[in-house]
């Protein structure tokens, strides 16, 4: 994912991501024999990372931000950093890309599901139809997607993005009642022990510790996150 986010599809190959994760091209291509297999894991790898990696950031939040705005806020920068990106670079690529397209064509549902699942995790209770909270998750997503495009360009350099980002806030207030204002009975734990979850592959806005690389033994096969 770090080659995509640095040098798009094109210039993502094997050789370029076992030289990042310190790993022999036999060792890679042993556990990931082509490029695709090794697309695929990463994808896998970093969804979860980054689902877990959320969850945990909300939970360490103040009390006073553990609501939907601070949901919301640190969604956004999930969209707006580097992993976002090398999905949004695969996205770009797998139009034209007819061996690609395939591994790519259904991201966003599987993307939208985490989000789904995450957010009926932290907020079970909303002023909504119970089936009209997806289909606005959706619009949310959608709209991220879009400000994210733009914030790969411009860095929100105007404060555009930041003046959407505002107004969704507000309005999701009216939609989804602070964790304090739900019945005991109608709350979920947010989220794991922070100190559990790894932070690799979380925007760095996100992340107290961001680091990047990997140690990999020759036991088991290398993370795929240079990918």
Not at 2 to 7: H, Q
Not at 86 to 111: F, G, M, Q, S
Not at 172 to 199: E, F, M, N, Q, Y
Request: proline share 8%; glycine share 6%.
């Amino acid at each position: 994912m770090e080659c995509l986010a640095d040098l798009g599809w094109s210039g993502t190959s094997t050789t370029e991501v076992a030289r990042r994760a310190g790993v022999s091209r036999g060792a890679q291509q042993h556990h990931y024999p082509t490029k695709m297999v090794l697309v695929a894991a990463a994808l896998e790898h970093l969804l979860e990372r980054q689902r877990l990696a959320y969850e945990t950031a909300f939970a360490v939040l103040p009390p006073e931000r553990r609501n939907v705005e601070g949901a919301l806020d640190l969604l956004w920068e999930v969209f707006r950093g580097r992993p976002a990106r090398a999905l949004l670079e695969l996205a770009v690529a797998a139009r034209t890309d007819d061996e690609l397209r395939p591994l790519c064509r259904d991201l966003n549902e599987r993307i939208l599901q985490v989000i789904l699942e995450t957010f009926g995790r932290l907020f079970p209770a909303t002023n909504m139809p119970d089936d009209a909270v997806p289909t606005m998750l959706r619009g949310v997503f959608a709209m991220f997607v879009g400000l994210s495009v733009q914030h790969a360009l411009d860095g929100d350099a105007e404060g555009h993005q930041k003046a959407v980002l505002a107004q969704v806030k507000s309005v999701a207030r009216l939609i989804i009642p602070a964790p304090s204002d739900v019945p005991p009975d109608a709350r979920t734990d947010a989220a794991p022990d922070a100190r559990t979850i790894p932070w690799a592959n979380l925007s760095p806005d996100l992340s107290p510790d961001a680091r990047s690389g990997d140690d990999s033994g020759t036991a088991e096969p290398p993370t795929p996150e240079g990918a």
